[in-house]
Structures are given as C-alpha cells and as structure tokens.
C-alpha cells in the first residue's frame, strides 16, 4: 500500500526506455574517447603522429587501417579522438582510414563476433605466427565471420582512406577544424624558425585537456542523442516481424539490413550478437550488416556532420553503402570456399 503503483505500459515509456538503454551502453565510450581528445590535444606534440608514419601516403594509409589493434576505440569514442589527431598533424587520409577501420579491426570486436558467432575464440596458434599460410588456414576454418568482417572491414576503410588522398582538409572538413589545422601549421613552422617553444606546466595541461574534452564532450553527445532519439522511435514503433519477410528477397536483403543497421546504431563490441540469431539472413547480408553499421549508422552521421562536410557526410553514407554491399557477396563466397576446400 505503500508502494508506487507501477506505470502502463506507453509507447512514450517504450521510447524513453530504449533511448536510456542505448544512452547507457553508449555514453562511457563518448566520455572515453572526449577524455583521450583532450589528452591528446594537451599533450601529443604537434607533428608527432606525421613524423611517425612513413612518408608514403599509401603506404602510411595501409598501416593507419591496423592502427585499432593498438589503440581500440569503437565508433562512438573515434570521432572526437579523430578530431584531434588530425589537428594534430595526422593525414587525413590515415585519419579517414582509422575512423573506419577501428571500430572493427581491434581484438575486442573479433572476440566478441567469434563469440556471437560460435566460432574457435582461440584463433591461432602462436606456432602459426611464423607460418602464415598455417594462420590464414587456422582463421578461415575457425573463425570465417571473424575473418571475413575484420579484413572486409580493413579493405573499405584503406579503400575510403586511400580516396581522400586526393582531396584538401579544405574540401572534406568544416571550415573551424580546416582553419585549426592550417594555423596549428603556422605554429609549427614559427617553432622551427629560431623561437624557443614555450614550456607549459603538467597543471596547465591538464586542466587544458579536462576543458577540451568538456567541449568534446558536449558537441559530441548533443549529435549522440539526436541520433540515438531516431533509433530508439524505430526500435520501439515499428513491427520487426517485416524483417523475416525482406530476409526472403534476396535482391533487397543486403541492402535492407545494411539500412537496418544504420537505424539501430548498435555499438561494434555487440552487433554480432544481434546478427548471429537473424537466421533468415544470408552470410553475405550479416557480413554487411556488421561492416557497415560500424562505419555508417544514424548517430555517426550526426556525428561525423561535426567534423566532415555535409556532402562528404552525404557521400560516405552511399558510397560505403555501395562498396560494402557490393563486395560481402564475393567476399563471403570466397572466405566460405576457402574454408570448405581445406580437409
């Protein structure tokens, strides 16, 4: 008698409830990535990450799409952190590669999906590392929805980066972070013609870096829940049992759940365990739906608006579209035929 009456059910309440959800499961990965932002903006030495890479774009780009094996990020902390690194002096062409690259290609995303999955979560033998022929071999056979999602994923983030090359910050981002990087290279120019660079206290640093990531932050999250609204409304108002029949269509599936994946904006570390129980799917069309919705989903697009251009955000959303749909068909069936000719 003392206790609250619990509330109807509501399609508001159902609303509310998977936006917090998602909120939830999403915001600690923005708080990270803001934090590591301002860090990097406080204490990473301009022109470090250039001078590191190697002076070939390509080959800088190739090595930029592994950069997730060492520093792991899933896709709502990368845009902030991206931000910075290219202000930094990262290329943008590495920087667009990381982006796309580092929410699949880092060993939590491939445990998880092995897990998902129920693949071998033990995909080597440390023996095999010396034999890479043994490797590729063990991980077709063990783990082919791993492998196929990792270097897939790893193949369209080189491919968007290697694209980029071509183009000027000027043309690809907004014009606030274009001009931060053209003054960060004046200074940088200024440092190396005779004047001493000025030391700065750890302190001062540091409460730089917690003001940069408190501007992070806030830009950052208000783009986050404008797109985490749109999919908690699809998530909860409309009828899912219309996927099992789309899944029959094998002209619209892949497509359909790529889009599907840019509606439910599900982070890279759980995806897989919302595709592996879509058994109507096809393993080309779960192939998609795990590379795509990483790189592109609802609440990335509001995020990337941020740093890109409008029509590059525009041109990401179909180009990557076409380029993952069009190649986890082949992809799938060679990863499939390579594991089905091993005894």
């Known amino acids: 008698m003392f206790l609250a009456a619990t509330p109807e059910p509501s399609r508001l309440g159902d609303v509310l409830m998977a936006f917090l959800s998602i909120v939830f499961e999403g915001a600690p990965y923005i708080l990270i990535g803001t934090l590591l932002s301002?860090?990097?903006d406080a204490f990473l030495p301009s022109k470090l990450i250039d001078r590191a890479l190697p002076r070939n774009k390509v080959l800088s780009t190739l090595i930029a799409g592994f950069l997730g094996l060492v520093f792991p990020v899933c896709e709502c902390a990368i845009v902030p952190v991206i931000r910075r690194l290219v202000q930094k002096g990262l290329p943008l062409g590495c920087a667009v590669t990381y982006m796309l690259a580092a929410p699949i290609v880092n060993p939590i995303v491939a445990v998880s999906t092995a897990t998902a999955f129920k693949e071998s979560v033990k995909l080597f033998q440390w023996s095999d590392l010396s034999h890479p022929s043994l490797l590729i071999e063990h991980l077709v056979t063990a783990a082919p929805m791993t492998l196929s999602r990792l270097s897939l994923g790893y193949t369209v983030a080189v491919l968007a980066g290697l694209l980029v090359i071509f183009f000027k910050p000027s043309q690809?981002?907004?014009?606030?972070?274009?001009?931060?990087?053209d003054e960060a290279a004046r200074g940088t120019e200024d440092d190396t013609v005779g004047h001493a660079p000025v030391k700065v206290s750890f302190d001062t640093k540091l409460v730089a870096a917690m003001r940069t990531a408190m501007r992070d932050f806030l830009d950052t999250g208000m783009y986050f829940a404008i797109g985490v609204m749109i999919t908690s409304v699809?998530?909860?108002?409309?009828?899912?049992?219309?996927?099992?029949?789309?899944?029959?269509?094998?002209?619209?599936?892949?497509?359909?759940?790529?889009?599907?994946?840019?509606?439910?904006?599900?982070?890279?570390?759980s995806d897989a365990f919302i595709a592996a129980p879509m058994a109507s799917f096809s393993f080309a069309?779960?192939?998609?739906?795990?590379?795509?919705?990483?790189?592109?989903?609802?609440?990335?697009?509001?995020?990337?608006?941020?740093?890109?251009?409008?029509?590059?955000?525009?041109?990401?959303?179909?180009?990557?579209?076409?380029?993952?749909g069009a190649l986890s068909g082949p992809w799938s069936q060679l990863i499939q035929s390579l594991a089905n000719s091993k005894p």
Request: charged share 10%.
């Open 38 to 40: 301002g860090f990097i």
């Open 172 to 181: 690809i981002l907004r014009s606030k972070i274009a001009d931060s990087i």
């Open 234 to 269: 699809f998530n909860t108002q409309v009828n899912q049992a219309i996927l099992d029949r789309i899944a029959g269509n094998g002209l619209i599936a892949t497509p359909a759940i790529m889009l599907l994946a840019v509606v439910l904006s599900l982070c890279s570390t």
């Open 285 to 324: 069309a779960k192939l998609a739906f795990l590379v795509y919705g990483p790189m592109m989903d609802i609440k990335l697009m509001f995020m990337y608006s941020g740093v890109f251009k409008r029509r590059i955000v525009i041109g990401m959303v179909f180009g990557l579209l076409i380029v993952v």
